[in-house]
């Protein structure tokens, strides 16, 4: 069974400074998805970036990119000038894409704080 | 944009009573999920739906738990008998054909006394 592992409960990044968001993650399968959602305080889940296996390039959104090492099996969410309103809830997703389960598998989290 | 829309936002109950969470699905997906999330805890898998029918569930989605499209557009998930440890927040997600990323509805906090 696949599982996902985010390491650091908690981060706190200075504004407008650089943070990195750590997620690894067990598989078996070659092809799948990889997701970063952001859960602000209102509890909504927001799609913050996601990544093809099959795809070498690392996927960008802005200011959010991530660093996906397939061998290493370790999917990091960089996210750069950081704004107050980062601060949230992020979870790291895994989701097959060979094994005919469409469902996400979620890590545990990591609460990101951003100071002023 | 188009967004998934949950009813309602926030639900008490009495342990024993029936509860249905409801979701208003984006017009063009047609895969529907439910996911709950225990306070403090990790967003786990409940229940995915397509074509009508129940396509996966997890451990969690015992007899108590059921899932339905009345009407073709809203999808329901229905607690039969609530108890303590089902507080959660429950979120739907939907998904369009072809499309890899789930959608999530702002959620439904569902307390139970």
């Known amino acids: 069974a696949q599982t996902v592992t985010q390491s650091q409960p908690e981060m706190s990044v200075q504004e407008a400074e650089t943070v990195t968001l750590s997620c690894t993650y067990d598989t078996s399968e070659s092809d799948y998805y990889l997701f970063w959602y952001k859960q602000p305080p209102s509890r909504q889940m927001i799609l913050v970036i996601r990544q093809e296996a099959y795809k070498q390039q690392n996927a960008t959104e802005n200011r959010f990119s991530v660093n996906f090492q397939k061998a290493a099996k370790s999917f990091s969410l960089k996210i750069s000038d950081s704004q107050l309103g980062d601060a949230a809830m992020y979870f790291c997703?895994?989701?097959?894409?060979?094994?005919?389960?469409?469902?996400?598998?979620f890590g545990t989290g990591t609460r990101l704080k951003v100071l002023a | 944009e188009p967004e998934v829309t949950q009813t309602p936002s926030h639900q008490v109950t009495q342990m024993g009573q029936e509860v249905i969470l409801r979701c208003v699905p984006i017009?063009?997906?047609?895969?529907f999920y439910w996911y709950r999330q225990i306070l403090g805890q990790k967003v786990e898998f409940l229940v995915s739906?397509?074509?009508?029918?129940?396509?996966?569930k997890s451990e969690i989605f015992d007899d108590q738990f059921s899932v339905e499209r009345p009407d073709g557009s809203n999808f329901t998930l229905k607690i039969r008998s609530t108890k303590l440890e089902d507080s959660a927040m429950y979120f739907c997600a939907t998904q369009a054909l072809g499309d890899e990323t789930q959608y999530f509805g702002p959620g439904t906090r569902l307390l139970v006394l």
């Open positions: 997703a895994y989701r097959s894409a060979t094994s005919g389960t469409y469902k996400y598998i």
């Open positions: 739906f397509y074509n009508n029918e129940i396509s996966e």
């Open positions: 017009s063009n997906h047609l895969y």
